[in-house]
């Protein structure tokens, strides 16, 4: 399904509470996290690098199969690390950043991604999130605690860790699974012509 802001939210902040965080900003720092991430995901195009192969055409649709994994351990234990980095400490940060990567990998593992190919009508294909970049989310992340009211002296360093821990483990770990549809090109006496290592022209997630 497509992301939806208030559908991570509400992901992030079941989390948090199973995670016993009940305070009165939690529901803030929920939204504000999910607004920035989908913000992000669903504004910039072309994040994710493809390679396609199938039968030659003049152009085809690329539609996600699946995204995985995205592993919320690893994404907390990369907030985690960034946060001990900026010495940003709290006795329960780390449980903080599992509930927030729970959320966020619960939410984002149903992604939707669309795009364009030329030279390629049909086939199938892998995609890595290659082409994001932290900077943008964190700052992202960071402009909605500001929004949210949440502007305690470490919110940026805050907004630093969960970019970094998103960023970071998107580029590392999850593949998107694409298939490739559209008309062939004309057909020789030869059959079908198969090519390979097509990359979209085009790529957005939903």
């Known amino acids: 399904m497509a992301l939806v802001k208030k559908a991570a939210s509400g992901l992030i902040l079941a989390n948090e509470a199973s995670k016993s965080f009940t305070g009165k900003n939690d529901k803030d720092l929920a939204d504000a996290i999910a607004n920035g991430l989908v913000t992000y995901s669903i504004s910039t195009p072309n994040l994710i690098l493809f390679t396609l192969s199938g039968t030659v055409g003049p152009v085809g649709q690329v539609t996600s199969v699946s995204v995985a994994p995205i592993v919320p351990s ?23 950043f599992q509930a ?19 030279g390629l009508a049909v086939g199938v294909g892998t995609g890595r999130f290659t082409n994001m970049i932290e900077a943008p989310v964190s700052n992202l992340v960071y402009a909605n605690f500001l929004s949210k009211i949440i502007k305690g002296k470490n919110a940026r360093q805050l907004a630093q860790c969960v970019g970094f821990g998103f960023v ?3 580029k ?6 694409a ?12 059959g079908p012509i198969a090519t390979a290592g097509i990359p979209t022209v085009f790529n957005k997630i939903a």
């Open 74 to 96: 690893v994404m907390a234990t990369l907030m985690y690390s960034k946060a001990l980095s900026l010495q940003l400490k709290g006795k329960n940060i780390l449980q903080l």
């Open 100 to 118: 927030i990567s729970n959320g966020v990998a619960s939410h984002f593992s149903t992604m939707q991604v669309t795009g364009s190919t030329a």
């Open 168 to 170: 970071s483990h998107m």
């Open 172 to 177: 590392q770990s999850p593949t998107v699974i």
């Open 179 to 190: 298939t490739v549809t559209g008309a062939i090109a004309p057909v020789s006496p030869a």
